[in-house]
């Protein structure tokens, strides 16, 4: 074989043994062991953006006063009162007045409205209220709280519910002892028994939202014809109308009527703080119930208390300051323990606050002007 072919053979060698090596897996080394942790960085790593802004300072508080519409006792009022001074130490001033006349207050001061907040009140007043433009809407941060926001706040957050109180009768114990046979009313129809003819109170639909949400409650149980027949039977069992919706358990635990119709909550008041003779009853066939309100008043003038006022009210420390104050409504957020959970342990009727609120001017014009005028109430 020549020197030339020998060459050109081993170079054919060489290649065929490249292409072999190169073909063949790659051999891989097993991972080192780690007999030690991982050593802890002790500094902090060098900042490699702006830190974030501080945070912003609360907002200062620069109202000094605020003037409320107070609608519930008077001790409760005086009592949210002195809790919101002693909390935010604003002055607190506010007038108390019924349903009915809040209202017209509010109505009559709509250009020129002399309290900010109405507080207090069923809020089928608040209904009408917003439809006359009086309300001015807050998306408060504690609707959070509500138990049913569904019914307890407006859509258009222009009220919010803060109380919830049923319908219940009052009937005097030393009367029924004076009149035996007779047994405290259990139903609308024993309203209407000629024993209670000229023995039964209750305020008039004008000034009191009690009196309006008994006259709505019969409406919505036997619609409005046959409700309208029953309220005129009705008037004439009355002694008297009151100006008050409190007023009429006061005045038959004192003797001079047999029956009220008054929310339970002010029927247990009189009965286990002022220790009246009375007995509390409720309508089997159903009764209504109140869901009392607050609304911000358009135009007002400290509108930042306000606001603060709001938001407190729907807290659970504010709604269970009722019972400290003899105010036994049930609260309307979570949190809070029921004083008297019997009240609302009865039968409730579908109580249509909407429905009430709309048709409440019209309603209380037809009672006022066909049934019972407003003249001489007893206060």
């Given at each position: 074989?020549?020197?030339?072919r020998?060459?050109?053979?081993?170079?054919?060698?060489?290649?065929?043994?490249?292409?072999?090596?190169?073909?063949?897996?790659?051999?891989?080394?097993?991972?080192?062991?780690?007999?030690?942790?991982?050593?802890?960085?002790?500094?902090?790593?060098?900042?490699?953006?702006?830190?974030?802004?501080?945070?912003?300072?609360?907002?200062?508080?620069?109202?000094?006063?605020?003037?409320?519409?107070?609608?519930?006792?008077?001790?409760w009022?005086?009592?949210?009162?002195?809790?919101?001074?002693?909390?935010?130490?604003?002055?607190?001033?506010?007038?108390?007045?019924?349903?009915?006349?809040?209202?017209?207050?509010?109505?009559?001061?709509?250009?020129?409205?002399?309290?900010?907040?109405?507080?207090?009140?069923?809020?089928?007043?608040?209904?009408?209220?917003?439809?006359?433009?009086?309300?001015?809407?807050?998306?408060?941060?504690?609707?959070?709280?509500?138990?049913?926001?569904?019914?307890?706040?407006?859509?258009?957050?222009?009220?919010?519910g803060?109380?919830?109180?049923?319908?219940?009768?009052?009937?005097?114990?030393?009367?029924?002892?004076?009149?035996?046979?007779?047994?405290?009313?259990?139903?609308?129809?024993?309203?209407?028994?000629?024993?209670?003819?000229?023995q039964?109170?209750?305020?008039?639909?004008?000034?009191?939202?009690?009196?309006?949400?008994?006259?709505?409650?019969?409406?919505q149980?036997?619609?409005?014809?046959?409700?309208?027949e029953?309220?005129?039977?009705?008037d004439?069992?009355?002694?008297?109308?009151?100006?008050?919706?409190?007023?009429p358990?006061?005045?038959?635990?004192?003797g001079?009527a047999?029956?009220?119709?008054?929310?339970?909550?002010?029927?247990?008041?009189?009965?286990?703080?002022?220790?009246?003779?009375?007995?509390?009853?409720?309508p089997?066939?159903?009764?209504?119930?109140?869901?009392?309100?607050?609304?911000?008043?358009?135009?007002?003038?400290?509108?930042?208390?306000?606001?603060?006022?709001?938001?407190?009210?729907?807290?659970?420390?504010?709604?269970?300051?009722?019972?400290?104050?003899?105010?036994?409504?049930?609260?309307?957020?979570?949190?809070?323990?029921l004083?008297?959970?019997?009240?609302?342990?009865?039968?409730?009727?579908?109580?249509?606050?909407?429905?009430?609120?709309?048709?409440?001017?019209?309603?209380v014009?037809?009672?006022?002007?066909?049934?019972?005028?407003?003249?001489?109430?007893?206060?």
């Open positions: 074989m020549t020197a030339k020998v060459s050109r053979l081993m170079i054919l060698v060489v290649l065929l043994a490249a292409i072999l090596s190169a073909c063949a897996p790659a051999t891989t080394e097993a991972p080192a062991v780690v007999t030690e942790p991982p050593e802890v960085a002790t500094e902090a790593p060098a900042a490699t953006e702006e830190p974030a802004p501080a945070t912003e300072a609360p907002v200062e508080i620069t109202d000094t006063e605020l003037n409320v519409l107070c609608t519930p006792q008077e001790q009022c005086q009592g949210m009162k002195q809790e919101f001074e002693a909390k935010y130490g604003i002055t607190v001033n506010y007038v108390r007045m019924s349903s009915g006349e809040a209202l017209a207050r509010v109505q009559a001061e709509k250009d020129n409205p002399q309290f900010d907040i109405w507080w207090g009140g069923p809020i089928d007043s608040f209904v009408a209220a917003k439809g006359e433009g009086l309300l001015e809407a807050y998306d408060s941060p504690n609707y959070a709280n509500l138990i049913d926001p569904v019914k307890m706040k407006d859509v258009d957050n222009q009220w919010v803060i109380y919830v109180g049923t319908l219940g009768f009052a009937t005097n114990t030393d009367w029924l002892a004076a009149n035996p046979g007779v047994e405290a009313p259990t139903s609308w129809d024993d309203l209407l028994k000629p024993e209670f003819t000229g039964v109170m209750v305020a008039h639909p004008s000034s009191s939202g009690t009196s309006y949400t008994a006259l709505a409650t019969v409406l149980i036997r619609g409005e014809e046959a409700g309208w029953y309220l005129t039977k009705y004439g069992q009355m002694a008297q109308y009151t100006k008050s919706g409190a007023a358990a006061k005045f038959v635990g004192q001079e047999a029956v009220a119709i008054v929310f339970s909550h002010d029927i247990v008041n009189e009965i286990e703080n002022n220790k009246l003779p009375l007995v509390l009853t409720f089997e066939e159903g009764t209504g119930y109140e869901i009392g309100g607050m609304g911000l008043l358009k135009g007002a003038k400290h509108m930042q208390a306000a606001k603060l006022w709001f938001d407190w009210a729907l807290t659970p420390e504010a709604q269970a300051l009722g019972p400290v104050y003899a105010a036994y409504q049930a609260p309307t957020v979570t949190g809070v323990e004083s008297h959970p019997e009240l609302l342990e009865v039968n409730l009727i579908d109580y249509d606050f909407i429905w009430a609120g709309e048709h409440k001017k019209e309603f014009d037809k009672f006022t002007n066909e049934i019972a005028g407003a003249d001489n109430l007893k206060e």
